[in-house]
């Protein structure tokens, strides 16, 4: 059962323009929320954050937004760029909770082209 | 500042074989992840521990996996004996500062069984 969910498998747009990825959870305890980035042949890195507390999130050229009620969150990237094409996981788990597991999506795959 | 290593980075081994991977985390983090990342599934968490110990093993696949931290500066995972289906990445992950409730990912190792 897939708690975690990007239901996009890849994702291409043009340089400059926005570029939107989604996830959506099913379990209700998720409390924070991270993006993170994946180069081949790299680990992913960490990207931006975000908690239950919040609805929205800044970090430069990316902004993630979390709607609880709808349990989704999306990141935006703008304007794209082409080192941005990479792919991007989503991931949720219990902040400052006992057990301290993330629970990733497959991930979304992103190209931006020149 | 070094990051998560892990070794070796790529490990190619004929069915049958014992094989080991290692990971050494980031100084001062006490939680470490192991994950296998496959295109069917994403990245998929298979144990981690807290201070050396595991907490949650319910992502090992079957008993021909295992999982030690004898330390909390380094910790393997064996696979005994392999199989082509085990051909995958493999990243290790830990967690802890500058962010507590983020996990900061090794290169990965990728495993090729024939």
């Known amino acids: 059962d897939q708690q975690v969910k990007q239901n996009s498998p890849s994702l291409s747009v043009q340089e400059g323009r926005i570029s939107i990825l989604n996830c959506d959870y099913t379990?209700?305890?998720?409390?924070?929320f991270l993006w993170y980035k994946k180069y081949p042949a790299e680990g992913p890195t960490f990207l931006i954050s975000?908690?239950?507390?919040?609805d929205k999130n800044e970090d430069g050229r990316f902004t993630v937004f979390l709607n609880k009620s709808a349990k989704h969150l999306s990141l935006h990237i703008v304007p794209s760029q082409p080192g941005d094409s990479a792919v991007y996981f989503c991931?949720?788990?219990?902040?400052?909770?006992?057990?301290?597991?993330?629970?990733f999506g497959t991930g979304t795959l992103l190209a931006v082209q020149p | 500042d070094a990051g998560v290593i892990q070794s070796p980075r790529h490990e190619v081994t004929e069915m049958g074989q014992e094989v080991t991977l290692r990971c050494k985390p980031i100084?001062?983090?006490?939680?470490l992840f192991w994950y296998r990342q496959t295109m069917m599934r994403g990245l998929e968490l298979l144990i981690y521990?807290?201070?050396?110990?595991?907490?949650?093993d319910s992502g090992m696949p079957e008993d021909r996996f295992s999982a030690k931290m004898p330390n909390a500066s380094f910790s393997t995972l064996k696979i005994q004996p392999s199989e082509p289906r085990d051909s995958a990445v493999y990243f290790c992950?830990?967690?802890?500062?500058?962010?507590?409730?983020?996990?900061?990912f090794g290169p990965g190792t990728r495993l090729t069984v024939l």
């Open positions: 975000i908690s239950s507390i919040k």
């Open positions: 100084s001062g983090h006490n939680s």
């Open positions: 379990n209700s305890m998720f409390d924070y």
């Open positions: 991931a949720a788990g219990v902040y400052g909770g006992a057990t301290n597991k993330l629970i």
């Open positions: 992950a830990s967690r802890g500062p500058p962010l507590r409730d983020t996990q900061y």
């Open positions: 521990f807290n201070n050396n110990v595991p907490i949650d």
